[in-house]
């Protein structure tokens, strides 16, 4: 008697804990904060939008119109600009932040516009984070939102969507969030030189861009055996692809805005001149041909026809 007394109340606790789960899973309220979380992970770059379609199979009339309501009101809450704050911490690159906080270089630039150069940041800097990609613009005397619309090509209902204030009247100097779009000095701050990866995967660096032997090491050598497939670090054109005496077998790409990437001594090049190349597509087999000591990639950035030290502008490894 006792044991059957105990499975009935079992059975009864069962059954009142499986219907709280399932009023708390289909409640409105419930995906409405659910949703919210995840429009939260979206703007930390976690999720992609695709994951935030839920599915939309409600019985009841009712309960569909107030999940739609509570949808309209969650994308709206999504779209509208939210700022954090970012203390640098010591070692800590833009690039780093930027992957932290799932946005890109470009947008952290274009909310801080007292970042003038964006390989130089210092120790305990504050950046500002935004959820959402764009820059931020100063209004001018007598602008109109139409106007900052034009100025940066957006349309100028989701520059007033994001902002989530009333933009009918702008002050001089009043923030805008232009969604979408670049900061039009970015190049001056540094930032063509964006968003590489590196050439090949593993490796030990032999010889670093700089003073070498009374000369000057005009790029970054990547210890690799002979094979080891060669990327694109950014997307571009090929402009060379062939044999260019001490580099050996080489291949050049211009990425545009006077970035040109090199990448010498391999043993077999995949590419001809002229061709688009994706970031990351096999571009060469790295080798040892020309004037090398040994199986390495030789890798060089050149902006404006001038090296620079590819070490600052690669991801860290
Ligand atoms: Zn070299």
């Known amino acids: 008697m006792e044991r059957g007394k ?15 789960v399932a009023l708390a899973e289909e409640g409105p309220e419930f995906r409405f904060f659910q949703r919210l979380s995840l429009f939260e992970r979206e703007a930390s770059g976690h999720l992609g939008p695709m994951d935030l379609r839920g599915d939309q199979t409600w019985g009841n009339g009712v309960q569909l119109e107030a999940q739609l309501r509570i949808d309209e009101i969650a994308d709206k809450i999504a779209r509208v600009a939210r700022f954090k704050t970012h203390e640098v911490q010591p ?19 274009g909310v801080n516009h007292d970042i003038a150069n964006v390989h130089n940041i210092r120790v305990g800097d504050v950046i500002r984070v935004i959820n959402i990609r764009g820059t931020i613009h100063k209004a001018k005397d007598g602008e109109t939102v139409d106007c900052i619309a034009k100025e940066y090509g957006v349309c100028p209902e989701e520059i007033r969507m994001v902002n989530g204030d009333d933009l009918s009247r702008l002050n001089p100097g009043q923030e805008v969030v232009v969604p979408g779009a670049k900061p039009p000095d970015f190049a001056e701050r540094g930032g063509t030189l964006d968003s590489f ?3 090949v995967s593993g490796g030990r660096i032999s010889s670093h861009f700089g003073p070498r032997w009374g000369g000057f090491h005009e790029g970054l050598d990547i210890a690799v055996p002979t094979g080891t497939p060669v990327r694109a670090t950014k997307e571009g054109y090929v402009i060379f692809s062939g044999w ?15 970035v040109v990437t090199r990448y010498a001594h391999n043993s077999r090049l995949l590419v001809r001149r002229g061709s688009f190349v994706y970031q990351g597509q096999v571009i060469a087999y790295s ?5 090398s000591t040994g199986p390495h990639v030789h890798f060089e950035i050149r902006h404006n026809g001038r090296p620079v030290n590819p070490i600052r502008y690669l991801p860290p490894r």
């Open 91 to 109: 070692g800590e690159t833009l690039w780093d932040i930027s992957r932290k906080y799932g946005i890109d270089v470009a947008t952290l630039a």
């Open 287 to 291: 080798g040892n041909t020309g004037r």
């Open 6 to 20: 105990i499975i009935l109340v079992f059975c009864f606790l069962v059954l009142i804990f499986s219907s709280q």
């Open 244 to 258: 260019n005496g001490g580099y050996g077998n080489v291949v050049d790409i211009d990425h545009g805005g006077g």
């Open 197 to 199: 990866i590196w050439p």
